[in-house]
């Protein structure tokens, strides 16, 4: 079991240095970030039937979104990723600017190997996004998680929606789906907020209380969430 433990840490450490060299190698790692997070958003809201629904994006109170999340495993799996989170204002609909954050968590079954998936949540309301702000966020304990449903609208959402609960996505060689995320962890990434804006600020400063200015590496995410207000 150790062995195996093991083994794990060095699939998940060897494929994060690779991705984390990747991306210093194009500039600011965090920009990159943020610049990618916007791609995956764009690309996955081009397929068609497949999308997030218009309705779910339109009412959400922020979006979390985790791309090239690292998922391997031996007998027993785990993933990490770096990821950011925005949050829309109740009265102006508009974005704060990005927070930087972690996912973490693990799971158990028959696998070998990794993959590299991409995660994007839909918080539905306020009170998640004051839990998350809060420390250390766990899914399915702190606020409840399901697979979210795809295509141009959803009126099944409503449950989940006055539940206060989380709709879960991922992408994983191109195949898009809801996925359940009970059990992973997520937390502010304290130093990557910190060198992206370049003085200390908690995520709460950053998506509430406007203190930090929205990077130009924002833009592309922007234009696509404020099509849909």
């Not at 068609?48 to 009412?59: A, G, T, V």
């Not at 990723?81 to 102006?92: A, E, F, T």
């Not at 839909?122 to 966020?137: A, H, P, Y």
């Not at 304990?141 to 989380?166: F, M």
């Amino acid at each position: 079991m150790r062995a195996g433990f093991k083994i794990l840490a060095v699939l998940l450490l060897t494929a994060l240095v690779t991705f984390q060299d990747g991306a210093c190698a194009e500039g600011n790692k965090w920009t990159r970030l943020v610049e990618e997070s916007g791609l995956v958003l764009d690309q996955i809201q081009q397929m068609p039937d497949q999308n997030i629904p218009e309705n779910l994006l339109r009412d959400c109170a922020a979006i979390a979104i985790f791309p090239n999340t690292i998922s391997a495993g031996i007998l027993f799996g785990g993933k990490y990723g770096q990821g950011i989170i925005m949050v829309k204002d109740g009265k102006s609909h508009k974005w704060s600017a990005p927070a930087i954050f972690t996912i973490a968590g693990g799971s158990w079954g028959l696998q070998i190997g990794g993959q590299a998936t991409d995660f994007v949540l839909l918080i539905m309301n306020r009170r998640s996004v004051d839990g998350l702000l809060d420390g250390k966020f766990k899914l399915g304990a702190d606020a409840s998680v399901a697979g979210g449903p795809v295509g141009r609208v959803a009126e099944a959402s409503t449950d989940i929606q006055l539940k206060g609960g989380i709709l879960s996505y991922s992408r994983s060689r191109g195949l898009f789906a809801g996925v359940k995320l009970e059990g992973a962890v997520i937390t502010q990434h304290w130093e990557g907020d910190k060198e992206m804006y370049g003085k200390d600020l908690s995520a709460r400063e950053i998506l509430l209380e406007n203190k930090a200015k929205m990077p130009d590496s924002a833009k592309s995410l922007l234009d696509v969430l404020n099509k849909y207000k």
